[in-house]
C-alpha cells in the first residue's frame, strides 16, 4: 500500500473507532463464560454471531470449528489482491470469566461507560484486545477497499479454561494456523500511555504437600507434646520456603543488568501497586529489597497457598489430626521448568521432617509453561515504528506474572515467526475481577497502531 493508502486508513480508524466501540458493546452482552456449562450455549452463540460478522460485513471466509468434547474456534481468512502479500494471524478469544457473587458497580454483561472507561466482563481481556483489530481491518476496507496483507484471525473460546483443547484444534486444522507472523492479543500495557510488548509469562505448577503423623485422630489434651501434630509439622514445613516478607525463597533468577536498566522505566509504583491489588490503607507494598518492582512482578518465581485440611473456623475439633495438607500454587520464572522447581521443593520440604512426621510431595495436573522470548527481526522493528506512529513511542518490552497456557504452547509450535503479543490491559482494567474495564483512550490508539501495523508488516521479507 501507498503512504497514502495507510494514511487514510489511519484517519478513518482516528474519526469512526465509537463503530467498533459499539460492536464491541455488542459482544459483550453475551455471558460467555466456558467454565460454567450453563452458559456455554451463550459461548456457542457468540462465535456464531462473531463468525457470521466476519464474513457478512468484512468478506472473511469464517468457520465455527467444534471438536468433541470441545468448545468452539472461530476461524477467519481474507486475501489481499496481493497474492504475495505475507500472512498475519490475529489470536484472542471470545469467552470470560465468571461473574457470581462478585460487586459489580454495573450489570457485568451490561457495558457501560464512566469516566473515559467501558466497564464490562470482557471488555479488555479479550474482546477489546482483537475487535481493535478487527476495527483496523474496518478502516482498511473502508478507504482502500483491500487489506495491505493476508489476515487470519483465530478466535478462541477456551482460553480462560487454559486452552485444554487448543492444540488438537492446531493438529486437526493446521491450515487455520499457517502464517508469517502472529500477533497475539491477550496481553497487558504497563500504562494507558505506554504500549507493551510482552516477552516473558510465569509458568504455574501445582502440588500437595502432605504431613502424616497418626493412624486416627486424637485428644490433644492427652497426647499433645508427646505425639506429633500434622498440622504445625505443615506450618512449620511451609516456613522453609517462605522468607521474613511471605515470598518464595526457592529458585530466584538473575535478571539481565540491561532488563533492569529498562524495567525501571516502567511506572509500576507504590499507588499504582494499592490501587491495583485493592491494599488495604494500612497495609503496603512489599519491600522490593533493590529490584524492580516489575522484576518481583513478572520474572521472579512466588507460591500461593491454594487451600489446605485445617478445619474451618465452624468446625472446632480438639484434636491432633491424623494427617494435614496443603495446595501449593507455583508461579515458575521465565524459562525455569518445573523440573527444576521440583528438585528445590523436594531439597527444602523431604528432609529432616518437623516432629518425624511422613512428608509427601505429590504433583497436580493443569498447570503451563514459562515463557522467556527474545524479540528480534524485522517484524519487530516494524512494530515499533508502527506503535510509535500511534502511542507517540516504542513497545516497552515487558512481562505477565500471570500464566498464559495458550502463549507458552504458540511459544513451543511456532517459536520460528514473530510473535507480538500485544493488548489492550492496563494496570486500572482489574481483569478477572469486579468492575472490569477497559481505557477507551488505549482503545482508540491500539486501533491505529493496528493499522500502521497492518502496513508495516505487509513490508516486511520474511523470507
Known sequence: MTDTGVNKA?????????????????????????????????????????????KNEFGFESRVLELKGALPVVTAERRSKNANAPTL??????????????????PPHEPQIRDGRLYARGAADDMGGWVSHLAAVEAWLNTAGDLPLHVKFVIEAEEEIGSPNLEAYMD???????????????????????????????????VELSCYALTAD???????????????????????????????????????????????????????????????????????????????????????????????ATEHKNALREKASAVLSIRIAPGQTREQMRQLLEEALLKDPPGGVKVELTDRGG????????????????????????????????????????????????????????????????????????SLEVFKKAILANVYLMDELSRVDFA
Open 218 to 312: 486424637v485428644h490433644s489434651g492427652l497426647w499433645g507434646n508427646m505425639a506429633p501434630d500434622a498440622g504445625t509439622s505443615l506450618i512449620k514445613l511451609l516456613s522453609r520456603i517462605i522468607d521474613d516478607d511471605g515470598r518464595l525463597n526457592l529458585g530466584r533468577q538473575q535478571a539481565p543488568a540491561q532488563w533492569r536498566t529498562e524495567a525501571a522505566a516502567v511506572p509500576i509504583t507504590d499507588a499504582v501497586i494499592r490501587q491495583g491489588a485493592h491494599l488495604r490503607g494500612d497495609t503496603s507494598p512489599l519491600p522490593t529489597l533493590g529490584l524492580p518492582a516489575v522484576e518481583w512482578l513478572w520474572r521472579q518465581p512466588a507460591v500461593t497457598v491454594l487451600s489446605t485440611t485445617f478445619p474451618r
Open 172 to 206: 486437526q486444522f493446521p491450515e487455520a494456523f499457517t502464517a508469517d507472523a502472529m500477533v497475539l492479543t491477550d496481553c497487558e500495557n504497563p500504562s494507558t500511555d505506554i504500549p507493551g510488548l510482552t516477552v516473558s509469562l510465569r509458568g504455574i505448577y501445582e
Open 367 to 438: 498447570g503451563s509453561e514459562s515463557w522467556l522470548y527474545q524479540p528480534k527481526g524485522p517484524a519487530f522493528a516494524a512494530a515499533d515504528r508502527a506503535y510509535e506512529k500511534a502511542w507517540g513511542r516504542k513497545l516497552l518490552a515487558v512481562g505477565v506474572g500471570g500464566s498464559i497456557p495458550f502463549v507458552a504452547l504458540f511459544g513451543r509450535r511456532y517459536a520460528q515467526l514473530p510473535l507480538i503479543l500485544n493488548g489492550v490491559m492496563d494496570p486500572q482494567t482489574g481483569a478477572h475481577g469486579p468492575d472490569e474495564s477497559l
Open 10 to 54: 489511519a484517519e478513518h480508524a482516528v474519526s469512526a473507532w465509537p463503530r467498533p466501540l459499539e460492536r464491541l458493546k455488542g459482544y459483550l452482552q453475551y455471558p460467555a463464560i466456558s467454565c460454567d456449562p450453563a452458559h456455554h450455549g451463550d459461548v456457542r452463540a457468540l462465535a456464531a454471531r462473531i463468525a457470521a460478522d466476519l
Open 89 to 106: 494471524l490475529i489470536y484472542g478469544h471470545l469467552d470470560l470469566q465468571p461473574v457470581k457473587g462478585e460487586p459489580w458497580t454495573s
